[in-house]
């Protein structure tokens, strides 16, 4: 469908934040993650959240999703506490896709995607004409039309990650938040799906997700969000953001950063002990 | 964003006035059969005795239009029995579709909750010891309501020794596979230090027998049922996404923690009642579900068709252990002697397509 886009285009939308987390403390039993943060998802761009393991970006997006409630400060959506909003409303207004999924064996990729159409149904209403446009479009989009009858479980795992963000795009929210989505990905198929993710970007709608592959973030983001010790780093585009000081800062680790030969984002060469000429 | 050229839908709909469902033919049709046979079963099982009487005027005196004698033979010898087996049964089945759907575990049904476990251990209690206490409380309330205060204690005791931050399948499978291990335990030692005659008494009530079951007792289990059966109806349009995993549900907009808890008191109190009103009967739980899903070609365990399921093979080993075999057996031998090997064959079945 869509060509590669060099230079991403700002949406007209990107003014105005609809979801904004602030000053939230969120932890785990005891023990706190994160103190305090601040941080607003630009509207229209993909956002994309980085940081060494355990810093508390998947803690973060689970908290902007309403899955962990902070205990002190608040994720305003639209203006509102989120907290103070109905689960199935919030469902309508933003779309989540956890990390690594399961699906019931022998469920269909139909069936999944379907499930998509959950917050938008009730007990009397449970598949409208609507329900069945909205989610042959999701599969029309994610290039999973003819594997609709397939058991998901008989995919292979790129083509599965496409059906649970089609799944997502059913829900019909213009909020995508996306924990890792090309966990256990090889690269062509982490490719793929980002491209993807790229496509919905271009369609309008606001990513949010959390990558471990620093290239990758750096190469689909608009906006880097980099993380350490639960708190912000930095934050921005990646040109300005990815620098050799930085990344020593947040991931303690010896990196060169050059040009991508075939972008316009920086690319990260780590240096580590061995294997490395340096002149 | 293409044209959108006229063909078979991917997810087909059926409407019926306001409301909307996905149509599903063939878990309708499995359904739909499944109650026939169901039906056909409770009738021949109440017709079986020493007074034979054919299905068609047992189904012309359940419908208000037999003769007095069958009336009498029907209505207030037979159905009683009939009965309970349909609703115990059924209770079992959805019970069992419950709690399997809530640990994504096949492994997870009442027998290994501890629900069974429990209230096996204060029936033996209260038919061996020999208190005044124990007797008083059989007399009061009944064996088979004290029973289901046990099958109810073990089972919510187990719930929140599972409950960390949420319910987890392993841990709750874990912690009523060591809760049973203790109420069976207490089982055997009660049955070790009673007297012979409540031995046997208590023994006749663990295997799960439909014997001699009044009005009374099956008064219990329908109107638990009936009030269960119509909670979990409602609740069942918000389990649905339970299915695909906790966050994944909380982002369709449930509230998983809620919905779940809900529903596994329902399992639970459905469980309880059933095995108040038959014994422990094994296996039924657990393996209605596992063929219902198979025979429905369903990913999940469908409730209907679970319940179904449970009342086809409770009432069905019922029939066999009074009218086929050549000794009189408890029907709880008989569940576990069909139930099991019908799942193997299952099992195998679909692992030969493969």
């Given amino acids: ?279 | 964003m293409n044209g959108t050229d006229v063909k078979r839908p991917v997810v087909p709909g059926v409407r019926l006035g306001s409301m909307s469902f996905v149509w599903r033919p063939w878990l309708v049709s499995v359904t739909v059969l499944l109650a026939g046979a169901t039906f056909l079963v409770f009738c021949v099982s109440i017709g079986v005795g020493d007074f034979p009487i054919g299905v068609p005027r047992v189904v012309a005196t359940i419908f208000g239009h037999g003769e007095q004698v069958d009336e009498f033979v029907i209505m207030d010898l037979r159905m009683p029995r009939a009965l309970a087996g349909l609703l115990v049964g059924l209770a079992l089945g959805v019970s069992g579709a419950l709690t399997q759907s809530i640990a994504r575990n096949p492994l997870a049904s009442p027998d290994i909750l501890g629900i069974t476990g429990g209230a096996g251990v204060v029936a033996v209690f209260l038919v061996t010891a020999s208190g005044g206490a124990a007797a008083a409380v059989v007399s009061t309330v009944g064996l088979s309501a004290a029973a289901l205060a046990g099958g109810l204690g073990a089972g919510l005791l187990v719930y929140f020794l599972a409950w960390r931050r949420g319910i987890d399948g392993f841990r709750l499978i874990l912690i009523g596979i060591s809760v049973t291990a203790v109420t069976e335990a207490l089982t055997t030692w009660l049955l070790a230090t009673a007297d012979i005659r409540d031995v046997a008494r208590a023994q006749a009530w663990l295997v799960g027998s439909l014997d001699n079951r009044s009005w009374d007792e099956v008064r219990v289990v329908f109107w638990c049922s009936l009030v269960l059966l119509a909670v979990v109806t409602a609740a069942a349009f918000q389990f649905r996404p339970l299915h695909l995993g906790d966050e994944v549900a909380a982002g369709l907009g449930v509230r998983f923690s809620r919905v779940r808890a809900v529903l596994l008191l329902c399992a639970v109190l459905l469980a309880a009642a059933a095995v108040s009103a038959a014994g422990p009967v094994p296996f039924v739980a657990l393996v209605a579900p596992q063929v219902a899903m198979r025979l429905a070609r369903h990913p999940t365990p469908p409730l209907v068709a679970s319940g179904l399921v449970g009342a086809l093979l409770l009432l069905g080993a019922d029939l066999v252990a009074r009218a086929a075999l050549p000794i009189t057996l408890p029907v709880g031998v008989v569940t576990a002697a069909i139930g099991g090997p019908f799942l193997v064959y299952l099992l195998v079945r679909s692992n030969l397509r493969q």
């Avoid at chain 1, 062509?188 to 970007?201: E, M, P, Y």
């Avoid at chain 1, 040009?259 to 340096?278: A, C, E, F, S, Y």
């Fill in chain 1, 1 to 279: 469908m869509g060509a590669q886009h060099g230079t991403t285009k700002h949406s007209a939308a990107s003014d105005e934040a609809r979801l904004a987390a602030r000053g939230v403390t969120v932890g785990y039993g005891g023990r706190t993650v994160i103190d305090g943060l601040d941080v607003t998802v630009p509207s229209g761009l993909i956002t994309t959240i980085i940081g060494p393991n355990g810093c508390g970006k998947s803690t973060l997006l689970r908290t902007l999703t309403r899955l962990l409630k902070p205990a002190s400060g608040a994720v305003v959506l639209d203006g509102e506490d989120i907290a103070g909003l109905r689960t199935r409303d919030v469902a309508k207004k933003l779309g989540l896709l956890p990390q690594a999924p399961v699906a019931p064996e022998g469920l269909t990729v139909a069936d999944l995607v379907a499930r998509g159409r959950h917050p938008h149904q009730s007990w009397l209403r449970q598949w409208s004409s609507d329900d069945a446009s909205v989610v042959e479009r999701a599969l029309a989009m994610t290039g999973v039309s003819e594997l609709a009858d397939r058991p998901v479980d008989s995919l292979s795992g790129g083509q599965r990650q496409r059906v649970w963000i089609s799944m997502t795009l059913a829900q019909g929210t213009d909020l995508l938040l996306l924990d890792e989505p090309t966990t256990y990905l090889d690269l062509a198929h982490a490719i793929d799906v980002l491209d993807l993710v790229d496509d919905l970007h271009e369609s309008g709608r606001t990513v949010v997700m959390v990558l471990h592959d620093l290239n990758l973030a750096t190469r689909y983001s608009d906006n880097l969000v980099v993380m350490r010790a639960g708190s912000i780093l930095a934050q921005g585009h990646p040109r300005d953001v990815i620098t050799a000081e930085l990344l020593h800062e947040a991931f303690g680790l010896n990196a060169k950063v050059i040009d991508d030969p075939v972008g316009d984002r920086p690319l990260i060469v780590p240096i580590g002990r061995t294997h490395v000429q340096l002149n």
